[in-house]
């Protein structure tokens, strides 16, 4: 008798696949171990980083601009900036950078969730008033926009480092099973 699966269950399930299906893709890429991490990198730091949905155009561009593996900077950028990841960075970027500006962490998070309070009214816009617009604006950026700038760049350091180290050992390793086993396999032909 089978077991009905719950839906859950299939988005995990899915989930799985896809990581394994991108785990093989990256490890088999036609470039130097080096490329393959450095591009990685550069997917996990625009992943990380607020580009206001220009992620995809921005990885390619560093890519090239750098001479490493466009297609592992796209993985890299997947990895990071899809929408289950990207709440946890944009909470965690806040929260770091509060913290290390002298805030506590639960003050940060609340702040970080008053976001939405922040709104200017359309009169203010329709009357030109625009000093009031200009000092939200500042007041925005000083309580929120600096202690996420700060914290993002930790972040960036922080997980492009593992991501270099985690992607070159990764791919060495694949290469050297795979190397040792078409050696096996060339004695046990001849």
């Known amino acids: 008798m089978k077991r009905k699966r719950t839906k859950s269950h299939n988005y995990i399930e899915g989930i799985k696949r896809w990581f394994k299906l991108h785990h093989f893709k990256l490890i088999r890429l036609n470039d130097t171990p080096e490329n ?23 990885t390619i561009l560093f890519a090239y601009l750098f001479r490493v593996n466009k297609f592992s900077g796209i993985i890299g950028l997947i990895m990071v900036g899809n929408p289950w990841i990207a709440s ?40 030109n008033d625009w000093s009031i617009l200009i000092s939200k604006i500042v007041q ?3 309580s929120i926009g600096l ?14 480092v593992i991501g270099y180290y985690l992607t070159l050992r990764i791919v060495r390793t694949y290469r050297e099973l795979k190397l040792k086993r078409m050696h096996a396999s060339a004695r046990k032909n001849s």
């Open 140 to 142: 925005l950026t000083k």
């Open 36 to 58: 393959i991490a450095w591009g990685v990198v550069i997917g996990i730091v625009v992943g990380i980083t607020p580009t206001f949905g220009l992620g995809i155009p921005l």
């Open 88 to 127: 946890f960075v944009w909470v965690g970027s806040y929260t770091i950078g509060a913290v290390i500006l002298g805030s506590n962490g639960n003050k940060a998070i609340k702040e970080f969730k008053t976001i939405g309070d922040h709104e200017i009214d359309i009169t203010t816009l329709l009357t």
């Open 147 to 160: 202690p996420y700038l700060l914290g993002n760049l930790i972040l960036n350091i922080i997980f492009g």
